[in-house]
Structure formats: structure tokens, C-alpha cells
């Protein structure tokens, strides 16, 4: 804890990082091309990096595989809850803005510190999952997805950044095994377009179950007398309430 | 390297697409060396082009076709023969619109050899008929609602200098019950430069002549990626997508492709760089094909697409020796274009800064990719960036090119040569005999090189 005290970025209280230095814009441009690593398939996907106590070097073999993955997980909220409801399961976020993805990486780190045994099954990585979702996951390897709060993008000529999208869909199907479910939550009512889509969506999936392949029910938790507020980790403790 | 009066003219570099969906790489230049005056001068003259030539071979007829695919200067033909009689066949558009207003993207026959496509950065694409050489159908990608969302993003290619839509490959193919000949359905699929594959119906074209302007219907996408390459497995089952985040997507074709494509069936991971061409390998032991893929990683690898699994992986850019020097410039090896031949187990491989083309053997029962040789072409700087062959005529067809010189009268560059020699009844001994054709040896001879190059002389001008 001494070195902590000289830290004004982790608070002395809790042993946490402070939600205040690392405060970043709402907004992140996914068609930019940022460069950070991403892993060459999903079998190069570093598990030892990410839960350490779990994959550690004396029993590599483990073939667990990450389950849920929480896209935009922000400030690690959802994450963090979920991981001591569902301890046995591998769990990762993933957030496309660098500050913000440090802080989900301090805040795991300390939760880990401070509560031995508990938090090792979430870790977070800073990356564009619209583009690389399937760098990470192999087919039908997640159960659970989670779009919280995505960003609405009001403009028309900022739709295509929506991370729900008709073809974007295709890929999530592919991930997700048959009967995994991918839970969206919005508070702005005008994305009435985007949960039309996902109803199509749903019965393409459908579609595909029929033909034999993936397929994933889309479950809506709408929010829209919740007052307008786009913090995550407003929505996530409404979530658990539902 | 080329020269043409006083001028020398050096192509370098190729075709990679660039970050923040560049098209071409700024490094792929063709530069002019003056060298008449007292002090030789350098001054840029064009970006490099890739020059595509697709080949079709089928029954009598035997039909060459060459476009360019630059990436600011715009060339507006295609250019055909018939390679038995030498003959060039003059394509009709009876919409009295202009041929293509800019450059021409990529040109592809259908399977059967009836129909030519071609696709070109003023959005169209057109259909001709083979056997009227007229202009069946166009597709207009301006009629798109998706256009406009599209055009926002155009906005910053343009400043650039860069051409606004991409068709990057157009691929165009027959699904056709095997157990009758009737047409089962027929489309054709290109890919705009952010990452949507469309599809059009061509299902009414039969016995109806006249033009018709047709819809493109989504059929999937990249995110918001450039695609590099486009084929269908040889099956039908599959449509295959490459693009320049190193992916190599595989989907379901579906019963109905309008609805667009939705069932992912895998993703071939492992590439390092983006992916500059895919090609099918097909073959009476295996007669659901083997994916084949070059990148500008410099590596051809093998895939098993029902499982996306990696199967062999063949480091051809420092097999022919062009990493041995050490050169800094990353992808200089890249590999520009893949070619089967004779159906079978050989693949020749067009690497940038190669003059030539490296032969590499695949061995389906142990799913292996071994290099046979690298056949290089003496006399002069060619350094291929298309290749093409036809399943009879036991020859390969290698192109490169430039479009429209700048303070040249000469139109557009463009050079054809043929490697002959491959042998269907024993492809393995294939590497001792193959010989690169004189011009005068060509099928067609000079007649062909004056209409696929523009000018018979063309050999004489450049040393």
C-alpha cells in the first residue's frame, strides 16, 4: 500500500484505480486503423496473459475456452459482477479505447489483489471488435455477448460505425454456439432501426439453424424510460435488477 | 525497367493496399529517367498499375481479354481476342453510354465462357454476352441508397487522390444441376471498397438480349475492409472473401442470395499481412478443392475451408531469394497473383520485384505446398502481375502494365508473354522443359501483341 499512497491515480480506501484520471471521450472512431497487437487466430490468444492463476505455466493444457465476452465493456462494470456470478467461467471485455482499457486492466489487478482466489476469470483487451471478433473466438465458442450502451451514432453517415448491424450479426452468429444469447440494452428509443434489425436478425438465425449451422436468440432488454444516461455502469446495475 | 525514345521507364512496387483503405500502396510508382539531355532527370510519371488479363479457353475459341487497373489514372477498355485466329473482337454497348468511364477494376468470364464481366471506379459494372460481344446488362451502383452513406467516407479518398469506389473483384459464376443442364441460377458478385460484397440475379438474362440495368442486393460484409479477392469454392457451396486485415472469410452461399449470405462457415487465420489473392485447387481425388492463398506477407498458403484449418504454408518470397539481400522496403515480395495450372497440382506465383514466376507443387494427399523452380524470364524487365491460363492449351499467360504515361504518346503500357511447355499427362517432370514464347511464336503472333498491347512495335521501342 506505501507505494500507493505516492499514486494519486489509485485510491488509498480501496486499493482501486480512480475512475477520474482516466476519463475518456464517450466516442471512438472504429474505422480508424489504431495499432495494437491482435492475435493471429483464436488459438494465439494468450490465455496465461489474461488469467494468470488459471492457465499458469505448470498446467498449460487447459483447454478452457473464453465464454462470454462483453463488447464495449467500458469501465469493466458488467465484467466484474458477472465474475463472482459465474466464477467457472472465462470471461473477457472488450473496449476500443486505450485509457479506458487501462483502467478495466488497474481495476482487475486490484480486485485480484485485494480479494485472493476471486476475480481471476475476467480480463479485459484493448481492441476493434467489430473488425477482429474472430481473431479472438473460434466458431461457436461463446455462450453469452454483451452489448450494453453501444454507441447509438445518430447520423446517418455515422451508421455504419453502429456495432449492431445486419452483416456485423453474421459474424457474432458465427462465434456464439447454438442457443448462446447476445443481451443489448439501450436507452435511446430511437433505435428502433437497430432493434428491427435485430429481429430479422433473429429469425436469419433462425434460417441457419434450420439449415444445420449456428444460430442465437437475440434478447432485448429495453430501457427506454430509463433516464438518458449513457454511463455504463448506470445500465449494468439496472441489469442486475431486472 | 523499360525504355522508349530518351526515356527510361522503371516500374516498382505493387499493390498493396495501404492503411485507412488506400488502394495502392504511395511506394508503387512508375518513374521516368530522362536521359537525352546533358543531366538525367527523374520525374514521376504514373502510380503502378495492375494490368489483369482474364483468359478463357473453352471448346474452339480461345479469347485473351487485358484491362487496367490503375489507381488515379483512368483506362476505359478492355481489350479481346480471339487467340486462334489472332483476331481482336471489338465490344458493343448499345446504352450509348461511354464503355466505362474509369478504370476498369477487374474483368472475369463466367465458368461456361458465355458471359464477360467488368467492373470499373464509375460504379458500373457490365455484363457482355460472348457470343454477341454486346453489353447484356449494366449494374449501377449509384441507384443505391448505401451509396450515399458510402460517398461520406469517398469524400477523404478523394482528397487523397484516390478513386472513389472500388469494385475490387468481380467474379461471376453458374450454378448448374448436375444431373441436367438447366440453369439452376446464375449471379454475379463484386466487392466495393468498404468490405460489402454485392450480388446481382441474372436469372432473367437468358434469350433476353436486350439491356437491362440491374440492382446489386448486399450479400455480406468486412467490416468496413477492404476485399482483395473473391472466389467461389468449386462446389458452388462457398463463396471465399479475402481482405487486407489478413482474413479470409468463407460463407455459406445461400439458396437465396438476395437475402444476403449469412451462415459464416469459417475464417482462414494466419496470414500476417493482407491478402493479395486466392485461388482454388481442384482435382479428381479431391473434388471439393483446396483454398490457395498469396499475401503481401510474402507467404502462399494452403487451407482446408470447411474447418478454416492452416494446412501448409510456403515462404516463396524468401525461397526466390528476395529477402536474402535484406532489402528495408517491407513488401517487396509481395505475392500479386496465383494461377492453377492444368487443373491440377501446380500453382505459379507472380511475386512483386520477381522477374518471373516461381512454380510451386501441391501435394493434396499430404497437403503439402513445395516450390518446384523459379522460371525466370531473360531479355527483359517483366516482372508479372497477372496470370492466366487456359486448361487446353497447356499455356500460361503473364501480364504487366501501366495506364495512360503521362507526356507520352504511347496510351498505355502493357506487355503479354506466354510460358508454354506444361504437359497434361505429366505435370511432375513440368520444371526442365518449360520455355518462355518469343513474340513470333505467340498463337496469333504479332496480330494478338498489336491488340493486346496497342502496338506491334511495342518490342522494338524498348530495349
Redesign the interface.
Known sequence: MLENESNPTISKSTGLPRKRFYRARAHSN????SHFPVP???CHVDYSFHYPQLFSSDQVDSNKKIQFADVGCGFGGLLISLSTLFPETLMIGMELRDKVTEYVKERISALRATNPGQYQNISVVRTNS???I??YFG?GQLSKMFFLFPDPHFK??N??RRVIS??????Y??VLEIGGIIYTITDVEELDPVIKLLST?TE??Q??AR?G??TFQARRLSLTDFAASSDKDNGHSSLRSE | MTGLGDDIYVIGGVIGPD??NWYIKPMSDVDILTVGGERPTWRQAAPMTRCRGAILGYEECNFFSLAFESSSLPSTSVKVVNVRGGCGVSLVDDSAQPFHKDSIRAIRYSANGKLLVSAADDKLVKIWSTDSWRCVSSVNLKIDQEM??ML??VNECFLNGFSPLRLSQSLLREKSECSCYKQDGLYVCFADK?G?VWVVDLHELEGNESLVSRKAA?L??H???IITSLEFSPDGQFIVSADR???I?V??FPKKPL??????Q??C??H?EFVSCLAFICTMDYPQGFLVSGSGDSTVRLWDITS?FLLDTCEVGAKAGLLESNRSDEGCSTVSDLCIILDGNLIAVAIQSLQGIMLLHCDLSSRTLNVIKVVSIMGESFIPTSLGSSSHAELLWMVTGVSKLSGSDCNSLARVRVLSGFKKSNPDSVGHELTVMRDDELPGAEKLLEKLQGSVSLRRMFF
Open positions: 472504429p474505422l480508424s486503423d493471429i487466430s483464436p467489430m473488425k477482429y474472430p481473431n466458431k446517418e453517415k451508421h455504419r445486419l452483416h456485423l450479426l453474421d459474424e452468429a458465427y436478425a436469419e438465425g434460417k441457419v439449415n449451422g449456428q | 492503411r485507412w450515399l452513406l461520406n467516407i468498404f460489402v448486399p455480406l460484409a467490416y468496413c475492409s486485415d489478413f482474413k472469410r460463407t455459406v437475402d444476403g449470405a449469412h451462415e459464416i469459417s475464417f487465420l494466419g500476417t478454416g
